[in-house]
């Protein structure tokens, strides 16, 4: 179980986060949502050790987390797949996913979890030889959902898993994503797509201006009337 | 297409063994001296391109600094000799612990600097290479600006460069070979991931400062045994030869020349540029020599930005039906 308690982050003087609390439950899908520079891949980042925090504890599976490097926090399962997919471009699809499984634990697993997501996504499958940045849009993303997926994670974090997807490929990375929910990852789901989101997630919370304004189960969520005109724009 | 690829294999190996013969016997067969050390050159920079392609061309740390590696290894074999005496076995042994003083350097170098990046990078290893020729050129213990005499191997000149063209044949074979393997290691794959992304790459779990730390201290120290094998070459060190910029800058365009996405790109790029550069000062007058010398890389950088091997690789992909 991830659980962030009243967590400060600030860039010099700019707070981003101010005071988030927040728990993820093993085996659930948790939703993020709000718009933008609401501090949601902040969170992400501060989660994953990329930024430092200010006050406040982050704990993973009841042991303290806050403050270790990105890599031990990897090593203890919680991938984050980026914003923007932040793939090796100049890699091969087959090397990326193999770079998704470099920690001891998962490497050991290696050919087995490629057999799994490349059964997952079959058209990673047929492009394994190319480079990343030859891939389309959505192939991308798959990609950078096969390399989060590699790494066996005990927590999968997703920022924005359908920016600047075509409505189509989005819907299919979020049916994907809810797929593999049910299959026992635990996911933690950031996303702009307030509708979508919240239809595969069982809870959400609402961020807004660094701090959670709305927490609660999806339905709660989706008929409070603040997420309605705001986000959904009913 | 199953047949044709362990005769391929084969092929290879018999070839690398017939090099690797024909260069083992050349200095025995009584060439004239300076072929014996035109070779030794060429070993010497395909060693340290290789070594240098660890963290510049996997990581993309573009070192402009390995002179100082160089050079601290030539200095530390000359003090070495002089401690526990001079003899042809022990100035060819000390050179590995000269090695490892270069090595040692580069750790304490490598932990401030490698937290920068790109050409900031580049920039402070420069400095750093000049900070240590200056501060050797000024400490009286290791000669300053008088330099230092090595006592040599007391053997004929023949035979003492044959011994020293086989010991720097010995250290490139062994440069590339662990050059090779890490390549096709954990470790390579995550310094080519660092240099893609860096954050990323953390975040599926490499370590990228001890990886960036283990890539510039093994960067170092090749370079560092070949100084400590060239002081006894030269007998004679100063700093302005063993820690010359233009060694730094050198070392880097044979990598990048070749290319530096593989552990061939810098072999090819130190053989080929080293030719080059000494067909050129033999048969063209030395003001056209570096006119042509200075075109080539701009017409190599233009047209194969990434280095020959993957110029050469790209045009067998397009150019292959598959």
Not at chain 1, 141 to 147: D, P, T, V
Request: charged share 15%; net charge positive; glycine share 10%.
């Amino acid at each position: 179980m991830l659980a962030v308690e009243r967590l400060v982050v600030k860039y010099d003087e700019l707070t981003a986060l101010r005071g988030v609390s927040l728990t993820v439950e093993s085996g659930a899908l948790v939703a993020m949502i709000g718009s933008n520079g609401a501090g949601k891949t902040t969170l992400l980042n501060a989660v994953s050790g990329l930024i430092p925090t200010r006050e406040g504890t982050i704990s993973w599976e009841g042991s303290l987390i806050t403050g270790l490097t990105p890599d031990a926090v990897c090593r203890l399962g919680i991938v984050q797949a980026p914003e923007g997919r932040k793939l090796f471009a100049k890699m091969t699809v087959e090397e990326n996913l193999q770079m998704g499984a470099y920690s001891p634990g998962p490497r050991a697993r290696v050919a087995e979890s490629m057999k799994r997501v490349l059964e997952l996504f079959p058209r990673l499958a047929e492009r394994r030889r190319q480079t990343a940045e030859s891939l389309s849009g959505g192939e991308q993303q798959m990609l950078a959902l096969g390399r989060a997926l590699m790494a066996t994670p005990g927590l999968l974090m997703l920022d924005e898993p359908s920016l600047g997807l075509a409505p189509i490929m989005a819907a299919q990375i979020f049916e994907i994503i809810g797929d593999l929910n049910r299959a026992g990852t635990t996911i933690l789901l950031v996303s702009q797509e307030v509708l979508q989101t919240l239809s595969i997630a069982r809870d959400g919370y609402l961020l807004e201006n660094g701090e959670i304004t709305l927490a609660g189960p999806s339905e709660r969520l989706l008929a409070d009337q603040r997420v309605k005109k705001s986000y959904l724009g009913l | 297409m199953a047949s044709v690829c362990p005769t391929k294999t084969a092929k290879k190996v018999v070839g690398i063994a017939l090099l690797s013969a024909i260069l083992l016997v050349f200095p025995w067969l009584g060439p004239p001296v300076y072929f014996i050390s035109f070779l030794y050159t060429v070993f010497m920079f395909v060693c340290m391109a290789s070594a240098w392609n660890l963290i510049g061309g996997y990581a993309g740390y573009l070192s402009f600094g390995h002179a100082a590696f160089f050079g601290t290894g030539a200095y530390a074999a000359a003090m070495l000799t002089k401690a526990v005496g001079p003899g042809t076995a022990s100035n060819l042994l000390c050179s590995i612990p000269s090695g490892l003083v270069a090595a040692v350097i580069a750790l304490v170098v490598g932990y401030p600097c490698l937290k920068l990046r790109g050409p900031y990078f580049a920039v402070i290893t420069l400095c750093f290479a000049f900070v240590v020729q200056l501060s050797v050129q000024n400490l009286g213990v290791l000669g300053g600006p008088d330099g230092l005499w090595i006592k040599g191997m007391d053997l004929p000149v023949e035979t003492g460069r044959s011994i020293l063209y086989e010991s720097m044949l010995l250290l490139m074979a062994i440069t590339i070979l662990v050059v090779e393997r890490i390549e096709h290691s954990k470790f390579g794959a995550g310094l080519r991931a660092i240099k893609q992304d860096e954050e990323v790459a953390q975040t599926m779990a490499v370590n990228a400062p001890r990886l960036k730390m283990g890539a510039f201290a093994l960067s170092a120290f090749f370079p560092g045994v070949a100084g400590g094998l060239h002081a006894s070459y030269l007998t004679y060190i100063h700093p302005t030869i063993v820690f010359d910029v233009n060694m730094s800058i050198l070392i880097v365009l044979m990598a990048l020349f070749g290319g530096g996405a593989s552990w061939l790109g810098p072999v090819v790029g130190a053989v080929l540029l080293s030719f080059i550069n000494e067909l050129l000062s033999t048969f063209v007058k030395a003001e056209l020599a570096r006119i042509i010398y200075g075109s080539l890389f701009i017409v190599v950088i233009i047209f194969m930005p990434n280095g020959i091997m993957e110029f050469i690789r790209k045009r067998k992909q397009t150019g292959s039906p598959h």
